[in-house]
């Protein structure tokens, strides 16, 4: 066990240090000590070494204790600073005690400065160890704090009773309300809508101490937003929330969702929704189930003559015409190319025939229009449940391509005049 000492002593009497020092050996120290009895002294001595412990005399001719004590504090020196001196009144120990010195003890009874080294001596290890682990602390919190605001995400510390405990805000505009506001708030003080999900998730976490996630959506602003919020439990009577803005995540999804079953030029519905509608419509209650094909005449000639821009503004304007002639129940969709289909639940033959008839008077009015629209058109119609529907498909395309041939060069060219 190393018992060396590093001890500085300010005392003006060589003798009394000697004595001093024979104790410490006898103790079972190690000491290497300097004794110095001036502030400028002292001060060179606090510059040139680390020490273990300071013992200083209370009274001295050009010195004293509580000088020495003054300089110890000016440097922020976390020492042991035990006061030995001669006998001195009751009411300046206790002054030098409330300005810092540990302990005072009387020379003629220096028995008792080895139990105060040692205390002294352990409580200043004790004090560095927290020192050290506060300063941990402080750094770990610095980092953690510099980590949640350099996130997108909201940190929020909730009580069992969403009581809101600590917020911090990596984007403050994702916030329904500002900081100031929100802490020491309960959730159902803040948001009613959100009160009773989110209780119930909190209560959740309290029973499974396990991670649970929900999605959400508030107006903030003005702005209607999307958040995912992950719950996790932290201590008893605590909960951790974090909460990520997925606004454009859905944004995206939805703008995915509607590529998938629309079509990108004209604005309706694709082949692939056509198919989808087509299974949940395969049942008896949407019979008679009928079925429109319609093919845009002359979109080659417009695109080989005028281009793809012209050919591409004859196909919304049949997208419009579709959709204005159509019912609001009636499923439109692009078929491919310069193809057209509508379905039509529980629709009969008769009825269809009235819609393809009033879609090719709606085609013949834009005869004088820059851009004239004429299509080819062919309906079928599903009675029986037991009927194939692919049947019934290719009739409808049979019908529409009869129709094709029909339309005159006359009509074709019409496009130019």
């Known amino acids: 066990m190393d018992r060396s000492l590093r001890v500085l002593m300010v005392e003006d009497s060589d003798d009394d240090a000697k004595l001093v020092l024979y104790e410490l050996r006898r103790w079972g120290y190690d000491p290497l000590c300097e004794r110095v009895d001036t502030r400028e002294a002292m001060a060179s001595a606090l510059d040139r070494r680390k020490w273990d412990l300071i013992i200083a005399d209370y009274v001295m001719p050009c010195f004293n204790g509580l000088d020495a004590l003054e300089l110890v504090k000016e440097r922020s020196l976390d020492l042991p600073f035990i006061i030995v001196s001669g006998r001195i009144g009751e009411d300046v120990a206790v002054a030098a005690m409330k300005a810092g010195a540990d302990d005072y003890i009387f020379k003629d009874n220096l028995t008792r400065l080895n139990f105060t080294i040692k205390r002294e001596l352990q409580e200043a290890v004790v004090r560095r160890e927290r020192k050290r682990a506060e300063e941990a602390l402080r750094r770990t919190s610095a980092e953690l704090q510099a980590v949640f605001q350099a996130l997108p995400d909201l940190y929020f510390r909730l009580g069992a009773d969403g009581t809101f405990q600590e917020l911090l805000a990596g984007d403050p505009s994702d916030l329904y309300q500002p900081i100031e506001d929100l802490l020491g708030k309960r959730i159902q003080d803040v948001s009613k809508k959100l009160a009773g999900q989110f209780q119930q998730v909190i209560d959740r976490v309290q029973d499974t101490r396990s991670l649970v996630m929900i999605e959400y959506n508030l107006s903030i602003r003005g702005e209607r937003k999307f958040f995912e919020a992950r719950f996790l439990p932290l201590l008893e009577d605590q909960i951790v929330v974090v909460i990520r803005n997925i606004t454009e995540r859905k944004q995206a999804e ?67 015409i579709f959709k204005n002639m159509c019912r609001k129940e009636d ?41 004239p629209v004429s299509f080819a058109l062919g309906v079928a119609t599903r009675e029986n449940i037991d009927q194939p529907f692919e049947l019934v498909l290719q009739k409808a395309e049979d019908l529409m391509y009869q129709d094709k041939k029909g339309v005159t060069v006359a009509r074709k060219i019409s496009f130019f005049r």
């Open 254 to 320: 939805e703008r995915l969702r509607y590529l998938c079953f629309h079509d990108i030029l004209t604005g309706i519905f694709n082949r692939s929704f056509f198919e989808e509608e087509l299974k949940r419509l395969n049942t008896k209650r949407q019979l008679p189930l009928s079925v429109i094909m319609g093919d845009v005449n002359g979109l080659k000639l417009v695109n080989d003559t005028l281009g793809h821009q012209a050919g591409d503004a004859l196909l919304i304007r049949t997208a419009e």
């Open 331 to 371: 499923i439109i969709c692009r078929w491919g190319g310069d193809e057209f289909a509508v379905l039509l639940p529980n629709t009969d033959r008769d009825t269809a025939g009235r819609i393809c008839n009033q879609l090719r008077a709606a085609g013949e009015k834009t005869e004088r229009e820059s851009m």
